[in-house]
């Protein structure tokens, strides 16, 4: 079964910390593996796609890297702000012809000033 | 503004009754999708729509039955409502382009009372 696993479910750090949030998936057959923010009430916003022939992508402060061989991937966060407060969701595409992404069930990220 | 919009934001109804939630997207993307999130964050596809063609369908009950009039929309209509119903539903959508994200709408949150 093709699932998506997000730890912790939960962290609270200090403003200015950096930190690294895990996703590790079943299967190292994929197509690509994307990063999303999602705040409270809202959608979700596209932060980082990792094809799988890449190894990271990096936005800002966010540098996302990806080891399909041992399924998983991490989201690093620079400089952490308040504003970066919100729910981080790894979702892939595996392959076997289908377009959906498989989400995990986030993590749950505070920033305290 | 470009962007994915969907309405209502808020639905709220009592069991047995049917609705529709409403989709659009002027990126002029070929898919469309519409996702679950149920009450404990779990984001899970429901549907997928290319050039007005239904490409994917999870095992979601026959109650929900989604619409694409043209490529920029897909309508979802649900039958029958049940308590069980309730969460935020999600429409996003993408281009063909396989490096493409997905973008997504600020969801619509349905009540079943």
């Known amino acids: 079964k093709q699932e998506v696993t997000q730890i912790p479910a939960a962290l609270s750090v200090p403003e200015g910390e950096n930190l690294v949030l895990n996703c590790s998936f079943t299967?190292?057959?994929?197509?690509?593996l994307q990063w999303f923010r999602q705040d409270p009430g809202k959608g979700l916003t596209s932060l980082l796609l990792?094809?799988?022939?890449?190894r990271e992508q990096t936005s800002g402060r966010l540098n996302a890297s990806l080891d399909k061989s041992s399924g998983r991937s991490t989201l690093y966060i620079a400089a952490s702000q308040p504003g970066d407060s919100a729910t981080y969701l790894c979702?892939?595409?595996?392959?076997?012809?289908?377009?959906?992404?498989?989400f995990g069930k986030g993590t749950k990220l505070t920033v305290n000033p | 503004d470009t962007a994915v919009s969907q309405t209502p934001k808020y639905l709220v109804t009592q069991m047995g009754n049917d609705k529709s939630i409403k989709c659009e997207q002027n990126?002029?993307?070929?898919?469309m999708y519409w996702y679950k999130q149920d009450s404990k964050k779990f984001l899970k596809i429901m549907f997928s729509?290319?050039?007005?063609?239904?490409?994917i369908n999870e095992t979601v009950p026959n109650r929900f039955s989604p619409k694409s009039p043209d490529k920029a929309h897909l309508n979802l209509h649900i039958n029958s409502l049940e308590l069980g119903d309730s969460a935020v539903y999600f429409c996003a959508s993408k281009s063909g382009n396989a490096i493409s994200p997905l973008h997504f709408g600020n969801g619509t949150r349905l009540t079943v009372t």
């Open positions: 299967d190292s057959a994929i197509y690509n």
């Open positions: 990126l002029g993307h070929d898919t």
């Open positions: 979702a892939v595409r595996f392959q076997g012809g289908s377009e959906k992404l498989v």
């Open positions: 990792i094809q799988s022939s890449q």
């Open positions: 729509y290319n050039n007005k063609e239904l490409i």
